[in-house]
């Protein structure tokens, strides 16, 4: 079927608002993941879905960042009060989290918090 | 904890030429890795995904090797084209020998291809 979507494509946001990603997997994958892009960063993982569980929470940056997922399906990811430095592109990817584990990536959220 | 490099930053080819990029991992005890392609302003394409078990994979023009003892994989690409311009990203997972989890990532490689 189709494959991993988020929405907004682009978000637009000011300093100390909260702000909602949202990502769909491919239909059937049971693992979802959360991965941060910014300049001179390269690529940071935030957090791992199996299912509607987070075995793995390690790369949340601060308490500001939360994120579930419902129906072993769409997440959603929140940063609260958000900071200049929140500014990056979220990208969600998922697996079929069967032994192959082969990570499909969504296009990605551009988050710019002025 | 795992870490990914990758060399060199950048390369610019003439179309046409063969070209080799490299990967290296410090936990060698990984079950597979991932090379990734990204357009810019995009998100990530897998390219190819080769198993501990198998010493290389190949897709069309693309063939990836992995040497575990080494802790390296290398993406070669046969008669670059400009379409070929992009980032390319190697990512493995953790190691211990498990293919779930996160994945970590190099800073990947620049590649421009001039006609």
């Known amino acids: 079927g189709a494959g991993v979507s988020q929405s907004p494509s682009n978000k637009v946001t000011e300093k100390g608002k909260d702000v909602e990603l949202r990502c769909d997997p491919i239909s059937g994958h049971t693992a979802l993941y959360w991965y941060r892009q910014s300049l001179g960063q390269g690529l940071e993982f935030l957090i791992y879905?199996?299912?509607?569980?987070?075995?793995?929470k390690s790369g949340l940056p601060s308490d500001r960042f939360s994120a579930e997922r419902t129906g072993g399906s769409v997440s959603t990811l929140t940063i609260q009060r958000t900071q200049q430095e929140d500014s990056a592109v979220y990208l969600c990817?998922?697996?079929?989290?069967?032994?192959?584990?082969?990570?499909?990536f969504g296009p990605g959220t551009r988050l710019t918090v002025l | 904890k795992q870490e990914v490099t990758q060399i060199p930053a950048a390369l610019s080819v003439p179309e046409g030429e063969n070209l080799v990029l490299n990967c290296s991992f410090t936990?060698?005890?990984?079950?597979?890795l991932q090379w990734f392609r990204q357009d810019p302003g995009k998100g990530l394409t897998s390219l190819l995904l080769?198993?501990?078990?198998?010493r290389e994979q190949t897709s069309g023009r693309l063939n990836a090797s992995l040497d575990k003892s080494s802790g390296r994989s290398t993406l070669y690409i046969a008669a670059s084209q400009p379409g070929d311009s992009a980032t390319y990203l190697c990512?493995?997972?953790?190691?211990?020998?498990?293919?779930?989890?996160?994945?970590?990532f190099g800073q990947g490689t620049i590649l421009t291809v001039h006609p």
């Open positions: 936990d060698s005890a990984i079950y597979n």
């Open positions: 879905f199996q299912g509607n569980s987070a075995p793995d």
């Open positions: 990512a493995a997972p953790p190691g211990g020998g498990t293919s779930y989890g996160k994945l970590t």
């Open positions: 080769i198993q501990s078990s198998q």
């Open positions: 990817a998922s697996s079929t989290g069967l032994a192959r584990n082969e990570q499909f």
